[in-house]
C-alpha cells in the first residue's frame, strides 16, 4: 500500500506539473559525445526543477549535471540509461551494482564515504521547513514542538530530525518527497523538511503555489555530490567534469533555467574538491 500511495504522488505531482508549462524543468541540451559507451545513472524522478519525469523525458538541475557529467565521459545522451531509485536506495544500488553513477541531491557525509565514493560537491543547499501557508506556529526548527514532520527514509534529512528533535516532534517517513508535500497539503502532516532547493521546486508548482511555503531559514549544510562505487576508476574524470561543468557556465545556465524561476536565489557555485 505504501508503495501504490507513493506511485499516486509521483502521478499527481507529475500532472500539477504537466498544467503549466512555466513550471516544466527544462532540459539544457544533449551532451556531444559520440561512440557506444554506456552508462547507468540513478535519479529521482518526483522534484520540480531538480530531476522529474515529464511526457518529455527526464529534466532539472540533476538531470543536467549527470548529463554534462556524462558527455565529458565519453557517453552520449543517448547512450545513458536513467534508473529511478528511492532515496534510500542510493548507496545500496552504488555498491550493489544496480548503477554506475547516482545524481540525486546526494549530500556528502562522512558515513556515506565509508561504503561509496564521491566527487563533488557541485551545489551546497540547506536544510530547510515547508509549511502550509496560513501556518504561523511554525517559524523555524526550533518551533517544531509537538509537530509532525516528514522527510524521505534515508536521508540526511532524516538523521537531523532525529539527532536534535528525537521525543520532541513525530517524525513521518515516507518514500519520497512528492508523499511528503502531498500530505502537508493534505494536513496529515505539520512541514517537510529537506534541502531548500528542493522545497523551493515544490513550493513553486502550480497546485501548491499559494498554499505552501518555505520558510527560509537553513539550518545545514548540504554538499552535493555524485555517488560513484568505492574504488571506481573513473572518480576523477567525473570531479574534472565538474569543474568545467561550473566553469563552462553550463551549472549557473542550468539552474536559471530549472530553479531561478521559483524565486530561489541561485548561490555562488562551491569549489569542487
Same mark, same amino acid.
Given at each position: ?12 505531482? +507529475? *500532472? ?16 556531444? /559525445?559520440? #561512440? ?10 518526483? *522534484?520540480? !526543477?531538480? @530531476?522529474?519525469?515529464?511526457? /518529455?523525458?527526464? /529534466? ?32 545500496? /544500488? ?8 547516482? %545524481?540525486?541531491?546526494? +549530500? ?21 521547513? *515547508?509549511?502550509?501557508?496560513? $501556518?504561523?506556529?511554525?517559524? #523555524?526548527?526550533?518551533?517544531?514542538? #509537538? ?9 540526511? @534529512? ?12 513525530? %517524525?513521518?517517513? %515516507?518514500? @519520497? ?6 500530505? *502537508?497539503?493534505? !494536513?496529515?502532516? $505539520?512541514?517537510? +523538511?529537506? $534541502? ?21 531559514? #537553513? ?12 574504488? $571506481?576508476?573513473? %572518480?576523477?574524470?567525473?570531479? +574534472? ?6 566553469? @563552462? !557556465? ?24
Amino acid at each position: 500500500m505504501r508503495r501504490l500511495t507513493a506511485v499516486l504522488g509521483l502521478l499527481t505531482v +507529475s *500532472l500539477m506539473v504537466a498544467g503549466c508549462s512555466s513550471a516544466l524543468p527544462t532540459n539544457t541540451g544533449d551532451n556531444n /559525445a559520440t #561512440g557506444s559507451a554506456t552508462l547507468t545513472i540513478g535519479i529521482a524522478d518526483d *522534484l520540480p !526543477g531538480v @530531476s522529474l519525469k515529464t511526457a /518529455a523525458g527526464y /529534466a532539472g538541475f540533476d538531470i543536467d549535471t549527470a548529463n554534462y557529467v556524462a558527455g565529458r565521459l565519453g557517453v552520449p545522451t543517448k547512450n545513458i540509461t536513467w534508473q529511478r531509485i528511492d532515496q534510500d536506495e542510493r548507496v545500496s /544500488a552504488l555498491t550493489g551494482g544496480k548503477v554506475d553513477l547516482v %545524481v540525486s541531491t546526494f +549530500s556528502i557525509t562522512p558515513e556515506r564515504q565509508k561504503e561509496i565514493d564521491f566527487a563533488g560537491p557541485y551545489f551546497v543547499a540547506h536544510q530547510d521547513l *515547508l509549511i502550509r501557508r496560513n $501556518d504561523d506556529t511554525i517559524t #523555524g526548527p526550533e518551533t517544531l514542538d #509537538g509537530k509532525k514532520v516528514c522527510a524521505a527514509a534515508g536521508t540526511t @534529512s532524516i538523521d537531523y530530525l532525529t539527532a536534535h528533535y528525537r521525543g520532541k516532534i513525530t %517524525v513521518v517517513k %515516507v518514500p @519520497s518527497w512528492s508523499e511528503c508535500v502531498r500530505d *502537508l497539503a493534505a !494536513g496529515t502532516v $505539520d512541514a517537510v +523538511s529537506t $534541502d531548500d532547493l528542493i522545497l523551493a521546486g515544490f513550493a513553486a508548482v502550480p497546485e501548491y503555489k499559494g498554499v505552501l511555503r518555505v520558510i527560509g531559514k #537553513g539550518f545545514t549544510d548540504e554538499q552535493y555530490g555524485i555517488g560513484l562505487k568505492k574504488g $571506481d576508476n573513473r %572518480v576523477d574524470a567525473v570531479r +574534472s567534469a565538474l569543474k568545467e561543468y561550473i566553469s @563552462s !557556465g553550463a551549472w549557473k545556465k542550468s539552474l536559471d533555467a530549472n530553479i531561478a524561476p521559483s524565486g530561489y536565489a541561485i548561490p555562488a557555485p562551491p569549489t569542487v574538491k
